[in-house]
């Protein structure tokens, strides 16, 4: 697909590489060409609506681009345009570095708890800027949250979370349809729809209350992987039978406000789980 051109009006993207696949498409540098004398690099990426997995079928993503914006976050990727064909939906993104998972793999053991501090700091910028428009993310995970450098060589970056324009402010069921998900996103919203978890009779739960607790879920499960490089859990039977994360770790002993914050998170019945205005009060944060 190497320099392949796409036009949309008196725009103009030409593809450079791919720099990767995800549930909801494929992702390529692009070189936006709309004024040849003021190029400049983009994330560019597609959403192909024959795609069984799509969830931004019927999205009105010109829509959610100016609400999006509107936010005026740095830990928010930015989307600078959106367009659509008979074929698929296109999104002109903010290009960043990496993603956190690429970053993890380049360190020896994880992260240093400083660092890590850091970044979870950075990811509750864009999480409180999602919650006062009623966003939910709902698919925290490494290979969502971004790097962009501001001194590569004191390893100063700031993180910045994507495809968090993908999902619905409110919605009253609990499902949602990955290839291969992964376990980083909350039990409630793995199960089926016949399985779901009970929430409550004569549907008076708090939809968006219960739905954002999902994102605390995915937090526990990033923290655990920066720290110690692997998962917490490696399937739904570990989850189910509530393991001992910590068995055999040492370090985390050192380091009890991170353990507490992953402990709070990481608790499968979201009826239990930390809510979000005591998480943001947690001793590792004060």
């Known amino acids: ?7 949309f009006g008196e725009h103009e993207y030409i593809i450079k590489k791919t720099l990767g696949k995800g549930n909801f498409g494929y992702t390529y540098l692009a070189i936006d060409n709309t004024n040849p004398l003021n190029q400049k690099k983009v994330a560019f990426k597609i959403f192909y609506k024959n795609s069984s997995n799509l969830s931004a079928r019927n999205y009105n993503f010109d829509k959610e ?7 005026e976050c740095d830990n928010l990727v930015k989307i600078y345009d959106s ?3 008979n074929k698929a939906y296109y999104l002109i993104m903010e290009l960043c570095d990496c993603n ?6 380049e360190t020896k053991d994880g992260f240093e708890y400083y660092k890590i501090i850091e970044m979870l700091k950075q990811l509750n910028i864009a999480l409180r800027k999602m919650h006062k428009i009623k966003r939910i993310h709902k698919n925290i995970k490494l290979e969502n949250i971004l790097i962009k450098y501001t001194n590569k060589e004191k390893n100063e970056f700031i993180i910045k979370l994507m495809d968090y324009a993908l999902n619905d402010d409110v919605k009253k069921k609990i499902t949602f349809t990955l290839n291969n998900p992964s376990l980083s996103r909350a039990p409630e919203l793995l199960q089926s729809e016949k399985n779901i978890i009970d929430i409550g009779e ?3 739960i708090d939809y968006y209350n219960f739905e954002k607790k999902s994102d605390l879920w995915s937090i526990g499960f990033i923290a655990y992987q920066l720290f110690f490089k692997k998962d917490p859990y490696n399937t739904q039977e570990e989850i189910n039978n509530n393991i001992n994360i910590f068995e055999g770790s040492i370090k985390i002993y050192n380091f ?3 353990k507490e914050l992953i402990e709070k998170c990481l608790i499968a019945n979201p009826k239990e789980r930390i809510e979000w205005k005591n998480y943001f009060k947690l001793s590792i944060f004060n």
Do not use: A, C, G, T
């Open 1 to 7: 697909m190497d320099s392949m051109s796409y036009k």
């Open 65 to 71: 681009k100016k609400i999006i914006n509107q936010i």
């Open 83 to 85: 367009f659509e064909d």
């Open 100 to 105: 956190l998972k690429q970053l993890l793999e």
């Open 202 to 204: 004569n549907n008076s």
């Open 256 to 258: 009890p406000y991170l």
